[in-house]
């Protein structure tokens, strides 16, 4: 499983989530099951619990993240890979649970997530194969990337957020070293 695809013309990178999510997953089923919430559905409580370890593992990637480029977290919508949740849970209730706290993310704060039903390791292909769907979908990520305005997030924006999903470590100091690691990088 490929990690990252660089595309140095176009000053950005693309980190695979499904490659970060091989780790952040382990946290989150050690504290499922620590907290007795490994049922076979998703509850209120342990939604906290994936909310946590997902924006924990991503502003952590993003932060130590020594590149000059823009960096985006690619998501599949339509399939995931070979998860160990995936024994606790359906397929289909973790990718609707990533496909909510992805909008919410996107929205909250200034991590840069472009969502396909397009692979990660396909879309390595089709750039391999000069595909023109290829072509088709560096473009849609070039546009989105266009569209982000980093300047707009304010912590004021995730103070309840984060309250209602008791993000302790997403305090004002973690959320301004995020924010100006994503600003420097133009």
């Known amino acids: 499983m490929l990690s990252q695809l660089e595309f140095s013309q176009y000053n950005f990178r693309i980190l695979n989530f499904n490659y970060l999510f091989k780790d952040i997953e382990i946290n989150i089923i050690n504290d499922l099951h ?4 490994l049922k076979d559905r998703v509850d209120t409580n342990a939604k906290r619990f994936f ?10 990637t993003l932060i130590k993240n020594k590149v000059k480029e823009k960096t985006i977290i690619y998501f599949n919508s339509t399939q995931l890979g070979n998860f160990q949740l995936l024994k606790y849970y359906k397929e289909e209730d973790i990718l609707e ?5 992805f909008k919410k993310i996107k929205k909250l704060l200034p991590i840069k997530i472009f969502i396909s039903s397009i692979s990660f390791d396909f879309l390595s292909h089709l750039l391999q194969r000069n595909d023109g769907r290829s072509t088709e979908l560096i473009s849609k990520i070039r ?4 569209s982000v305005s980093l300047e707009n997030y304010t912590f004021s924006d995730i103070r309840k957020f984060t309250l209602k999903y008791g993000l302790l470590f997403l305090n004002k100091e973690y959320f301004n070293q995020l924010k100006a690691k994503q600003l420097i990088i133009v």
Request: aromatic share 8%; hydrophobic share 40%.
């Open 34 to 37: 620590t907290h007795h919430l």
């Open 97 to 101: 649970l990533l496909n909510v706290i």
């Open 143 to 146: 546009t989105y990337l266009d």
């Open 51 to 60: 909310y946590h370890h997902i924006i924990h593992g991503l502003c952590e």
